[in-house]
């Protein structure tokens, strides 16, 4: 018979979990192991919630395993090191982001792209080495070997900073990687969420000039006054299209629905590039000849290695750059889960986990 949550690992940790497709979170007792050699422990003080969590707990994706404590966006403060523990040190102030483990010898990650191990780990729902099921950061405490932890700059406030360990590396990746990182390019967005919003914020940071598309012209005040867009086009209006044809250089597509692929690549300049971060649950239709006519790309990224998610994290700090957060209290999250499959939330919503989390 299988040991349980509670017992497994000799440390007690207690967080909030899901049990079934229902997916309502309630407190829950587990473990977490004890410090090792390579291990960096640390009390969590926030987490963010990433749209991934809502399809995670409902199963929606069909690999959850329960019960299953989210949370793949959380910072907080070391409290202890292993003996053999080289980046870290007690107080610092620390993150996981959405994996915790890699196979550390294939060629992705010789090349630093941990993300694309077929070994990778992701830091909750999955089989760690030890063969024990991971649990994420909504919850009191967390271990973490340190390679795939990321130092957080003291400049940072740790709130804005957690939605950057997942939104803000899966929008700065393709920026650098596919050459979308140029001062002077145009760059679109699709979709002004979670992702959409740090995407416009890295790249003005990059001097860039920035286009949200957004299927929501309630949103054009918001992305050019507050969040500096240079432009805003709706995407249901041909016109306002058709005016923005063939003056893009890249585009960031956040959009997670099923949305017309057609139209974006219109946008684009000869050479542009159509990066896709969001991940429709059905296929999207892609037509050829608009890609022929033009030498045009659509392509992918996920996440980005740990390397890179500390270089973006440095970004961050240099241009004070955090995401724009609605912080709520532990008990509050079943709420937010509602509200966040309406996309009722600007843009972010984090767990102020070490004021609200309490022991039942």
Not at 115 to 130: F, H, Q, R, S, V
Request: charged fraction near 20%.
């Amino acid at each position: 018979m299988a040991m349980s949550t509670e017992n497994e690992h000799p440390v007690k940790a207690f967080g909030w979990a899901a049990r079934d497709t229902t997916g309502h979170l309630s407190p829950f007792r587990f473990s977490r192991r004890a410090t090792g050699e390579k291990d960096v422990t640390f009390k969590v003080l926030y987490c963010g919630i990433c749209h991934s969590d809502l399809h995670n707990i409902k199963n929606e994706w069909g690999i959850t395993s329960y019960p299953v404590v989210p949370g793949h966006e959380i910072v907080g403060m070391v409290t202890e090191v292993g003996t053999k523990v080289t980046k870290f040190k007690v107080g610092d102030k620390v993150g996981v982001g959405c994996m915790v483990g890699s196979c550390r010898s294939c060629a992705n990650c010789k090349e630093d792209l941990e993300n694309y191990c077929p070994e990778m780990i992701l830091t909750y729902g999955a089989k760690y080495y030890d063969g024990t099921i991971t649990h994420g950061g909504y919850s009191d405490i967390m271990v973490s070997d340190e390679h795939f932890m990321i130092k957080i700059p003291d400049n940072l406030p740790l709130d804005g900073s957690a939605p950057l360990l997942c939104a803000g590396i899966t929008v700065y990746s393709p920026l650098k990687y596919y050459g979308l990182d140029k001062a002077g390019m145009h760059l679109g967005v699709v979709g002004l969420g979670g992702l959409g919003h740090m995407a416009v914020k890295f790249a003005k940071a990059m001097g860039l000039k920035v286009t949200v598309i957004s299927t929501s012209p309630n949103k054009k005040k918001e992305a050019m006054d507050h969040l500096g867009a240079d432009a805003f086009l709706v995407s249901r209006n041909t016109e306002e299209m058709e005016l923005a044809m063939g003056t893009m250089d890249g585009i960031i597509d956040t959009v997670s629905a099923v949305h017309a692929l057609l139209p974006l690549i219109g946008l684009l300049k000869t050479n542009g590039k159509l990066v896709m971060v969001g991940a429709p649950e059905k296929p999207l239709e892609l037509l050829a000849f608009p890609l022929l006519m033009g030498r045009k790309m659509v392509g992918g990224s996920g996440i980005g290695g740990i390397k890179e998610t500390q270089e973006m994290i440095d970004f961050a700090a240099k241009y004070n750059i955090v995401a724009d957060i609605e912080l709520i209290p532990m008990d509050y999250v079943n709420t937010a889960m509602e509200r966040l499959s309406k996309a009722d939330v600007k843009y972010r919503f984090v767990i102020d986990v070490a004021n609200s989390l309490k022991p039942f």
